[in-house]
């Protein structure tokens, strides 16, 4: 349950949110690490930024000297790369945020088992 502030009122939700985060974040840059420099470059300037920030396919493609239609495939391929990866890295260490992320009182009484 959170507050109107934006807290957390249990500090137990508090530290699984938390946790969960760093997870998450772990897993994503592992994944990222095994793409090519133009697959990073995309996902770095049009998945990982604000709208506002955000490169147009036609400013990559300029930066690469390739069309535009070349850098749709290139983030479709490192969209379906990071997919996968994020997806063996997460069963690998058994995170439970990938399928919807469990419930406290779940989380609780797996643990206490």
Known sequence: ???????????????????????MSDVVHRALVGLDHRERYIVDNRLMVSRHDQLSVAEIGRRFSV????????EARAKDKLRVRITGIAQQTKVDWLDGELSLSERRSRDDS
């Not at 069309?67 to 290139?74: A, F, M």
């Open 67 to 74: 069309s535009r239609e070349r850098v749709c495939q290139l």
């Open 1 to 23: 349950m959170r507050t109107d502030l934006g807290q957390y009122a249990d500090p137990e939700e508090a530290l699984a949110s938390d946790q969960t985060n760093r997870q």
